[in-house]
């Protein structure tokens, strides 16, 4: 009988791993460096318009629904053993409530929670924001080089770069 949901892993079911060196503060953006400035994270932003309701010609106002994906990089996190198909590497919310901006993405009880950018529309009425709730997810996908863990370690796994993508699921 498997303790993880992908029946692949007995010890640790964690696709994440956070920094042993150093402390990882989820509350602060990844940052990248280019000799010694230092960079804000990189973060791309797609939108797809599901529909659009609530046309108001004469306040000039619309309202609509849509899906917002962002995408970023953050170099201080590990992933574990990810797999070809980014769908396969998905991490659900397990929290049902939203949060503040400056938000968080839980993963598993007893270890840090992962940062997740925000957006703003400041142009709405309220200046609404994007939020975690129960429909996010987070996706990771393999980018740059892969290393394995060291001989003196008693799991064999492989550790990945990757991109993360928040969307609804």
């Known amino acids: 009988m ?41 973060v791309d932003v797609s939108i797809d318009i599901m529909s659009v309701t609530d046309i108001k010609e004469t306040s000039m106002k619309w309202g609509c629904k849509l899906q917002l994906n962002m995408t970023w990089l953050d170099g201080r996190l590990r992933w574990r053993d990810l797999r070809e198909n980014s769908n396969l590497n998905m991490i659900t919310n397990q929290d049902q409530g939203s949060q503040e901006p400056g938000q968080v993405f839980p993963v598993n009880m007893g270890q840090p929670s992962i940062w997740v950018a925000t957006a703003i529309f400041a142009n709405s009425p309220d200046n609404d924001f994007s939020v975690v709730d129960a429909k996010a997810s987070l996706t990771v996908e393999k980018k740059g080089n892969l290393s394995i863990s060291p001989l003196d370690q ?15 699921t």
């Open 154 to 168: 008693l799991q064999e796994v492989a550790y990945y770069e990757a991109q993360i993508t928040q969307s609804p």
């Open 2 to 42: 498997s303790d993880c949901k992908d029946e692949l892993d007995e010890s640790d079911c964690s696709v994440v791993e956070f920094p042993k060196q150093r402390q990882y503060k989820e509350s602060l953006p990844p940052i990248g460096r280019l000799g010694k400035e230092v960079l804000p994270a990189k």
